[in-house]
């Protein structure tokens, strides 16, 4: 969605949402810009009452940080999930001082009961049952292995607070978390959403290991090509691959936006040397200006009591035939983020 923005209006939010698998949402703001970049006439409402009304949820999903999804899709892949959440878990967690995991699971199910609650609430509740435990350790025990989302709140500006309160799943979706769907259909969708990719592009998206097994039942159902480098990459048959000769327009993407993320070489979008730049060393994915479909600098926004300042950091010198076209969007972009500014710069 974007080498043009297709039409979405609130009945289609949801539609959206699952055609790019799930949006990374740890921070708030940047799955609504990533709608906006991707959208026609995207309103924050839109994604708002999606999960308001519960047909979008923001919970913990693929390498254990939380994601928006639709609920229907929550529930069909967030067990396919578990044995890799369980894995990032125990690497952390080690054999520290807590309870079985078993024996928290069932804790953290009476310590939510069937209301939200904030997350510290439901550490207390615990260290209170095993004060000998470390606190953090179970808290994230618990986060990784129950199904938790996490509930919007009217008023706020992006949907969630800083310390937005956890539910249990079952009991905010009114279903309990089954067997779901399993880890081929998920990779199925991941091609949908980011082929062709790559066995190590699969695994570095969904977090999970053993991609070559769980792919061996379907591959007769997928296309294989070899990238600029000869490595095997995978796509679904009926996908659309544009040319490299189709114009893609100037875009600019939000914190941890899944382009970004979606693959292990990123060497597509990116040019090597300033590669590094995209993560930073306490995990940062910058938000990026893209220019003929290609990343070509970092962004922020500055807010300075009326006044609204896009500051770009640009990697390479910027086209003369790109600045209108930046000029134009980063503007846009302003006027979306801060509706409530009076002036509007981007430098």
């Known amino acids: 969605m974007l080498l043009r923005r297709e039409k979405a209006g609130p009945a289609r939010i949801v539609k959206a949402v699952e055609q790019l698998l799930a949006l990374q949402a740890q921070v708030p703001r940047p799955p609504h810009v990533a709608l906006w970049s991707r959208l026609q006439k995207f309103d924050r409402e839109h994604l708002l009452k999606a999960l308001h009304t519960r047909a979008l949820v923001r919970g913990t999903m693929m390498r254990g940080t939380l994601h928006i999804m639709s609920a229907k899709d929550f529930l069909a892949f967030r067990s396919a999930l578990q044995p890799s959440l369980t894995a990032g878990m125990r690497s952390i967690v080690g054999k520290g001082p807590i309870p079985s995991i ?79 769907a399993g880890l081929g259909s998920l990779i199925v969708r991941y091609l949908a959403a980011f082929g062709p990719a790559s ?89 990026t200006l893209l220019i003929d479909g290609r990343v070509a600098g970092t962004w922020k926004i500055e807010r300075k009591r009326a006044a609204a300042t896009l500051n770009l950091t640009p990697f390479v010198a910027i086209p003369k035939a790109a600045r209108a076209a930046i000029e134009e969007e980063g503007d846009a972009l302003l006027r979306f983020v801060e509706p409530d500014a009076v002036t509007f710069a981007v430098r």
């Open 199 to 287: 066995t190590a592009d699969i695994q570095s998206f969904l977090g999970i290991r053993g991609v070559a097994e769980v792919l061996a039942p379907i591959r007769d159902k997928l296309l294989t090509f070899q990238d600029e480098r000869g490595r095997e990459v995978l796509d679904l048959p009926k996908a659309p691959r544009p040319g490299a000769d189709v114009d893609a327009p100037v875009r600019f993407l939000p914190e941890y936006d899944s382009l970004i993320l979606a693959h292990a070489d990123r060497s597509r979008i990116v040019d090597e040397v300033h590669r590094k730049a995209l993560v930073t060393k306490n995990l940062i994915v910058p938000a």
């Open 102 to 180: 078993d024996t928290l699971i069932t804790a953290g199910r009476s310590a939510f009961g069937r209301k939200a609650r904030p997350f510290a609430d439901v550490r207390a509740a615990l260290q209170s049952r095993f004060p000998d435990a470390h606190e953090r350790m179970m808290g994230y025990a618990v986060r990784m292995q129950l199904p938790l989302v996490q509930v919007p709140v009217e008023g706020e500006a992006w949907g969630f607070p800083p310390d937005s309160d956890f539910a249990l799943a079952e009991h905010w979706l009114k279903t309990k978390v089954g067997p779901g």
